[in-house]
C-alpha cells in the first residue's frame, strides 16, 4: 500500500503511546532498485522482466501490528512496477498472516493495482477488469483489489509465495496475474492464479521494469517484504525465524537480482526499527535469513566471483547465487566455451592459458565482468584477475594461488 501521510500519524501516536520506532520506517525484506555497492560505490543498472516471484518459509512468529485498520495480521508483500513504456501500474501481490490460538496461524491473499503514471494519479476502473471487491461501483478510484475468497488455517513450519507476470491480451491491453501458493503439514496448494487484471490501454509491450523512479514518484523496484497490515501499519516482532527468496523472470528463466537491499522502497506498511527483523544473506545456500532484532538497513550482498582451480578442474563460484551469470572460458588452443549458471565445475585437459571472463546481467543488461587467467603448467596454477566494470574501469591486479569445487562440465 503506497506511502500515506498515515505515516505520519501513525508515528506521532506511536510516539505518544512510547512505542519504539526505527529511525528509518520501512519494511524488511529482499528489494532491488536497480543499485548496488562495487569497488566501494555505487552502481546503477536498469532491467525489465516478465515475472517476479517470491517465497518465504517461516518457522516460528510473534508479533503485533499497530495501525488503524483493525487486526492483528502481518503483511507478505510482492510489490513491482508494471509498464507499457507510457503508463506505469504499482502492483502488490500480498500474503496476510493472522495468529490464531496456540501456534496456528490464519492466511489469505490479495491483490492490489495503483496507477503511478503521475503523482496521485486516479485508476479510471471502466478500463480495467478484474476481480475486484473493492471499490465496488465508483469510476474512479485511488486503487483496485481483489480479495481471494480462501482462508487456510496452518500450523508453522509454513511456505508462502507470491508471484505477478505480465503479458499482452491478443487485442494489445496490459494483462497482470496474481498468484499465490501455500505450503505446510496437511496442505500443498501449488501455484494458483486467483485473478488476472486487463488494464485496456493500447500498448505494444508490458513488462516489469527496476531502476530509477517513475512519474508517480515511486521507486522502480521488486521487492518481497514484511510489514504491518495495512493503511500504513507497522508491525511489531517479538520471534521471526524465516527464510526468503525473490527472483525474476527473463527469457522463460528465473534469476535472483544482481543486487538486493533490506528495505522497501515503495510501501507504507513498514517494520519497528527495534522490535524488527534482522536479515542476512546465506551465500552458501543462496537465500536470506531472518530473525528478529534490530532492523539493518543495508545491501544484502556485494556481487562477486570467484575462480579457482582444483585437482583437473576450474571453479566458478559467483555471488549472488541464482543471478544471471554468463562464463565465458578461452582454452590454450584459443577455443571459447560459453557456460550459463551460477556454480560451475569445468574440466581442464591439458596444461597452458585459460582466460575466464565471469559476467553478471540485469535481464540483458551486463554490470561487471570479473576476469581471471589461470596457468596450467603441469605442477601448480597460478591465478591473474581482473575486475572490469560497465563501462570499463580497471580495478587491482592480483596474482593469488587457486583454490576450488561444484556442477560439472568439460572443456
Known amino acids: 500500500m503506497r506511502t500515506l501521510t498515515l505515516i505520519t500519524i501513525i508515528i506521532a501516536i506511536a510516539l505518544f503511546i512510547k512505542l519504539p520506532l526505527a529511525l528509518g520506517v520501512n519494511a524488511v525484506g529482499i528489494s532491488d532498485n536497480g543499485t548496488m555497492i562495487l569497488n566501494g560505490r555505487v552502481l546503477n543498472y536498469s532491467y525489465s522482466a516478465q515475472g517476479v516471484m517470491s517465497i518465504l518459509t517461516l518457522y516460528n512468529a510473534s508479533f503485533t501490528s499497530v495501525g488503524f485498520v483493525g487486526g492483528n495480521v502481518a503483511s507478505i508483500q510482492l510489490n513491482a512496477v508494471v509498464t507499457n513504456g507510457r503508463y506505469y501500474y504499482w502492483v502488490q501481490d500480498i500474503a496476510h498472516l493472522e495468529p ?13 493495482l495503483w496507477n503511478v503514471s503521475y503523482p496521485q494519479a486516479p485508476l479510471m476502473l471502466n478500463y480495467v477488469r478484474g476481480g475486484r471487491v473493492y471499490p465496488s461501483n465508483q469510476q474512479y478510484a485511488y486503487y483496485y483489489r481483489h480479495v481471494e475468497p480462501s482462508i487456510m488455517v496452518v500450523k508453522p513450519p509454513i511456505t508462502v509465495g507470491c508471484m505477478v507476470t505480465v503479458s499482452l491480451t491478443p487485442m494489445g491491453y496490459i494483462n497482470i496475474s496474481y498468484y499465490y501458493m501455500l505450503n505446510a503439514t496437511g496442505i500443498d496448494t501449488g501455484w494458483i492464479r486467483y485473478d488476472s ?7 505494444t509491450e508490458a513488462y516489469i521494469t527496476v531502476g530509477g523512479f517513475n512519474p508517480g514518484g515511486l521507486s522502480n523496484d521488486i521487492e518481497w517484504v514484511v510489514a504491518g497490515y495495512t493503511a500504513a501499519a507497522q508491525l511489531y516482532v517479538y520471534y521471526w525465524n524465516a527464510t526468503a527468496t525473490l527472483m525474476y523472470e527473463h527469457d522463460g528463466h528465473w534469476y535472483v537480482p544482481p543486487s538486493a537491499q533490506t528495505g522497501s522502497f515503495d510501501t507504507g506498511e513498514s517494520v519497528n526499527g527495534v522490535y524488527g527483523i534482522r536479515e542476512i544473506y546465506n551465500e552458501l545456500r543462496g537465500f536470506v535469513v531472518q530473525i528478529n532484532g534490530t532492523v539493518n538497513n ?10 579457482s582451480y582444483s585437482n583437473g578442474f576450474l571453479i566458478i563460484q559467483p555471488t549472488p547465487s541464482g543471478g544471471r551469470w554468463i562464463t565465458t572460458i578461452i582454452n590454450p588452443r584459443g577455443v571459447a566455451h560459453r557456460l550459463s549458471g551460477s556454480a560451475l565445475r569445468v574440466k ?21 565482468t570479473y576476469s581471471y587467467v589461470v596457468l596450467v603448467k603441469g605442477v601448480e596454477p597460478w591465478l591473474q584477475t581482473t575486475l572490469l566494470l560497465i563501462p570499463l574501469a580497471a580495478a587491482v591486479v592480483l596474482l593469488v594461488k587457486l583454490l576450488g569445487v561444484r556442477h560439472r562440465q568439460g572443456l
Open 100 to 112: 490464531l490460538t496456540g501456534s496456528s496461524l490464519m492466511v489469505w491473499f490479495w491483490d492490489d
Open 197 to 203: 487484471v486487463i488494464v485496456m490501454d493500447e500498448s
Open 348 to 368: 581442464v585437459n591439458g596444461t597452458g592459458r585459460y582466460i575466464i571472463n565471469v559476467t553478471l546481467y540485469a535481464g540483458n543488461m551486463s554490470i561487471v
Open 298 to 307: 543495508t545491501y544484502l550482498w556485494v556481487p562477486r566471483a570467484i575462480a
